[in-house]
């Protein structure tokens, strides 16, 4: 009996010299798997809610364009309006910002391009159909309704 | 004066754990995971200039209309329709009747459903209109193959097993044409204020 008490003595703790390495790991795999929001939002963007989603698997193929009522009012107006990267860009100038995005693509992936939409859900049909028209014009035909998932009562 | 060393030799690092943890923490709260998702819809193309548009004359039966105006009310097939979400039941029962009521559509191949909103619509409502024919499409291509419709929406078109399935749904003709089409179109708008 006393002989089995000596040996369990021995391994009474566990290790924890490595807990903090392993945290760390844990750490450094989401600090660098963290994609940093890169444009700063101009507009309003409370998305509307939808059912029907679809995930982009392919994210090197989306830009986005932003379409809603500026936050700074006081020097942009309430009107809604289009924000591609970190400025405001107006209907007709959206052809030159899909060739500028275009641009980025490879070669072979150019005529897949996805333009993702985030739209306020206040903004009119308005500029949306005008915005559409302009992406049809510069042959960007893959548009997504960018929408967060609506909880459904069944 | 050696022995004394030797308790203050290495850093203590036991709390070390708890300071990693708390940045963990940190990190795992104030990351948002990016998400794209979103509805996704093919424009058509531009009509060529040079080339006169195509004079396609569809029967009315086969026209599911739904006007939406700058009040965000509801026209749907000349009536007007207050429960946004009675439009799924309505469209499946307009894409799936085969001829048999005279209102409705000839088949589901002929079946078009058109969305045409005001410049004054809200983009919310506008959404949830098309959220609810999609929806409405996605339902029935499952039902046609078993499944249903949030899995038949995760098909992965890009694994041959995978479109099989999602062509078998959509029924395609030798032609590469499907016979159960998803025909939803979005007219272009009126002026605003018009119905």
Request: net charge neutral; charged share 30%.
């Given at each position: 009996m006393s002989k089995f008490k000596k040996k369990s003595k021995s391994s009474q703790e566990i290790p924890t010299a490595a807990l903090p390495d392993i945290i760390f790991m844990l750490l450094f795999f989401f600090m660098i798997s963290t994609v940093i929001r890169q444009d700063e939002q101009l507009v309003e963007q409370k998305l509307p809610q939808a059912t029907q989603l679809k995930k982009i698997e392919k994210k090197s193929l989306v830009s986005y364009l932003y379409i809603g009522k500026p936050k700074n009012i006081a020097s942009f107006g309430s009107e809604p309006k289009i924000q591609a990267n970190d400025n405001f860009i107006e209907p007709n100038d959206i052809v030159q910002f899909v060739l500028t995005e275009k641009d980025k693509l490879d070669e072979s992936q150019r005529d897949q391009i996805i333009i993702s939409m985030k739209v306020d859900?206040?903004?009119?049909m308005g500029i949306v159909t005008d915005v559409q028209e302009e992406l049809k014009e510069a042959n960007a035909r893959k548009l997504l309704y960018n929408t967060p998932l609506k909880a459904v009562q069944q | 004066m050696r022995g004394k060393d030797r308790v203050t030799q290495g850093v203590n690092a036991g709390s070390m754990a708890d300071i990693a943890f708390l940045l963990l923490i940190f990190f795992l709260v104030t990351t948002q995971i990016a998400t794209d998702k979103g509805i996704l819809i093919q424009l058509p193309p531009k009509p060529d200039p040079n080339e006169p548009p195509p004079d396609i004359k569809f029967n009315q039966r086969n026209v599911f209309k739904i006007l939406i105006n700058s009040n965000d009310d509801l026209l749907v097939e000349d009536e007007r329709l207050r429960d946004v979400n009675s439009l799924k039941d309505m469209v499946k029962e307009f894409v799936l009747n085969y001829g048999r009521n005279p209102d409705l559509s000839d088949s589901p191949k002929d079946a078009i459903v058109s969305i045409k909103a005001d410049r004054g619509t809200s983009y919310e409502t506008f959404i949830t209109v098309y959220d609810q024919v999609e929806w409405a499409y996605m339902e029935m291509y499952g039902e046609r193959v078993g499944m249903s419709a949030d899995d038949f929406r995760k098909?992965?078109?890009?694994?041959p097993e995978q479109k099989k399935i999602y062509n078998q749904a959509r029924d395609l003709g030798p032609d590469g044409k499907p016979n159960f089409p998803k025909a939803i179109s979005i007219a272009q708008p009126s002026k605003s204020g018009g119905s």
């Amino acid at each position: 009996m006393s002989k089995f008490k000596k040996k369990s003595k021995s391994s009474q703790e566990i290790p924890t010299a490595a807990l903090p390495d392993i945290i760390f790991m844990l750490l450094f795999f989401f600090m660098i798997s963290t994609v940093i929001r890169q444009d700063e939002q101009l507009v309003e963007q409370k998305l509307p809610q939808a059912t029907q989603l679809k995930k982009i698997e392919k994210k090197s193929l989306v830009s986005y364009l932003y379409i809603g009522k500026p936050k700074n009012i006081a020097s942009f107006g309430s009107e809604p309006k289009i924000q591609a990267n970190d400025n405001f860009i107006e209907p007709n100038d959206i052809v030159q910002f899909v060739l500028t995005e275009k641009d980025k693509l490879d070669e072979s992936q150019r005529d897949q391009i996805i333009i993702s939409m985030k739209v306020d859900r206040d903004t009119k049909m308005g500029i949306v159909t005008d915005v559409q028209e302009e992406l049809k014009e510069a042959n960007a035909r893959k548009l997504l309704y960018n929408t967060p998932l609506k909880a459904v009562q069944q | 004066m050696r022995g004394k060393d030797r308790v203050t030799q290495g850093v203590n690092a036991g709390s070390m754990a708890d300071i990693a943890f708390l940045l963990l923490i940190f990190f795992l709260v104030t990351t948002q995971i990016a998400t794209d998702k979103g509805i996704l819809i093919q424009l058509p193309p531009k009509p060529d200039p040079n080339e006169p548009p195509p004079d396609i004359k569809f029967n009315q039966r086969n026209v599911f209309k739904i006007l939406i105006n700058s009040n965000d009310d509801l026209l749907v097939e000349d009536e007007r329709l207050r429960d946004v979400n009675s439009l799924k039941d309505m469209v499946k029962e307009f894409v799936l009747n085969y001829g048999r009521n005279p209102d409705l559509s000839d088949s589901p191949k002929d079946a078009i459903v058109s969305i045409k909103a005001d410049r004054g619509t809200s983009y919310e409502t506008f959404i949830t209109v098309y959220d609810q024919v999609e929806w409405a499409y996605m339902e029935m291509y499952g039902e046609r193959v078993g499944m249903s419709a949030d899995d038949f929406r995760k098909l992965d078109l890009s694994d041959p097993e995978q479109k099989k399935i999602y062509n078998q749904a959509r029924d395609l003709g030798p032609d590469g044409k499907p016979n159960f089409p998803k025909a939803i179109s979005i007219a272009q708008p009126s002026k605003s204020g018009g119905s």
